[in-house]
């Protein structure tokens, strides 16, 4: 693990300080990316980084999936699950939205009851706090367009762990029903091709209740829309230097959010997990706009706010705070020690953030 992490950062894939913050099977999924390999010189047998890139790519063409167990001093396993026509597999059923489904229990990592006030809020996207990983909490109703339930009644939300291409998300459930081994089949083809609907199989009451392929759940859920090309067909669209942003929080739900939200938008970015990280970068690199959090170990957002304002390179650089601390205090307290703006992140909005980002930069982004 630590060999591939270590890769990962000498190939830029991920800065140092941010593949100190992932897990295992985090860092391992970089083992599947096109070109990457741990051999520094390619062979005529290895080195190219192409052979795991083409297993994964061809299984979930096929909605199958492939993930790596490995312990040091004893080997590794690659595990290749194919969906075949006809199955017969353990399946945990539970409910959601008030219907049942189901998810191969193998695809499941745990279940737990969390409160619901320890579910972070950023812009569209839910995460949570579970055995000190931050996960990205979803509703299936977002899929299925189904009603909400809301919570159990309680304060609380039943959370279902399953795994997912990135490694592990939660999805929100009304209950937890039974495990049993259950033919499965595949959807008739009349009904097209839905990637995250493994099949379907019959509870014991008779109904027909969907089979999730959770990887691929997980994914349709977070898919972000695509750039679409600016200008005609006759005239290109003018060149222009594309913004580079740095986002600083340390924590990586709201990391990963805002960059997938200000890549989306054309931007380039990069990230760092607290004051002190981004400092350092801030003085490798030249940002046009700087994105942070308050609250974060070793360097708060005040002090690098202080620090980058000393700064020559970054005196008339546009700092946004975007911070869980949104009293009258805090506020005036940024905004004087320079801030350019500062955002609540229980008020935070995808479309007005971006239209704020466009306005200090003057401009539209072309790429």
Not at 18 to 34: H, I, N, Y
Not at 79 to 93: D, G, H, N, S, Y
Not at 150 to 170: C, D, F, P, Q, Y
Not at 262 to 278: I, K, P, W
């Amino acid at each position: 693990v630590d060999r591939v992490a270590e890769t990962a950062v000498m190939r830029g894939l991920v800065t140092r300080a941010v593949a100190k913050q992932l897990s295992a099977d985090q860092v391992l999924s970089f083992l599947f990316a096109p070109g990457f390999s741990t051999r520094l010189e390619a062979t005529e047998l290895s080195g190219r980084g192409v052979g795991l890139d083409v297993v994964k790519k061809n299984l979930e063409e096929i909605r199958g999936t492939c993930r790596l167990e490995t312990e040091p001093g004893k080997g590794s396993r690659f595990i290749l699950q194919v969906p075949a026509t006809l199955l017969i597999q353990q399946l945990l059923f539970f409910k959601a939205c008030g219907q049942p489904f189901a998810v191969p229990l193998s695809q499941v990592i745990g279940i737990y009851e969390v409160p619901e006030k320890e579910i972070l809020s950023i812009l569209e996207r839910k995460g949570i706090q579970i055995e000190n990983e931050t996960l990205t909490v979803f509703r299936l109703e977002r899929a299925l367009g189904l009603p909400e339930n809301g919570n159990r009644g309680n304060g609380k939300v039943l959370m279902l762990v399953v795994r997912s291409l990135e490694g592990k998300t939660a999805l929100v459930i009304d209950e937890i029903l039974e495990e049993a081994d259950r033919i499965i089949k595949s959807l008739p083809s009349v009904l097209g091709e839905v990637p995250y609907i493994f099949g379907v199989t019959l509870n014991d009451l008779g109904e027909a209740v969907l089979v999730f392929h959770t990887p691929h759940l997980a994914s349709s859920l977070i898919k972000p829309e695509r750039i679409t090309t600016r200008g005609t067909g006759e005239e290109a669209p003018q060149k222009r230097k594309i913004p580079e942003i740095l986002v600083v929080d340390d924590s990586q739900l709201i990391r990963d959010v805002l960059r997938e939200i200000l890549e989306t938008e054309g931007y380039n970015v990069q990230l760092a997990v607290d004051g002190q990280d981004a400092l350092e970068r801030a003085e490798a690199f030249s940002f046009d706009i700087v994105v942070t959090d308050v609250e974060m170990p070793r360097m708060n957002g005040f002090d690098l706010l202080t620090s980058l304002r000393q700064s020559e390179a970054y005196r008339r650089t546009p700092i946004l705070i975007v911070s869980a601390r949104e009293t009258d205090q805090d506020k005036r307290r940024g905004l004087e020690l320079g801030a350019t703006a500062y955002i609540g992140k229980s008020k935070l909005q995808k479309k007005e953030f971006t239209n704020l980002l466009q306005s200090i930069l003057g401009s539209e982004i072309y790429s």
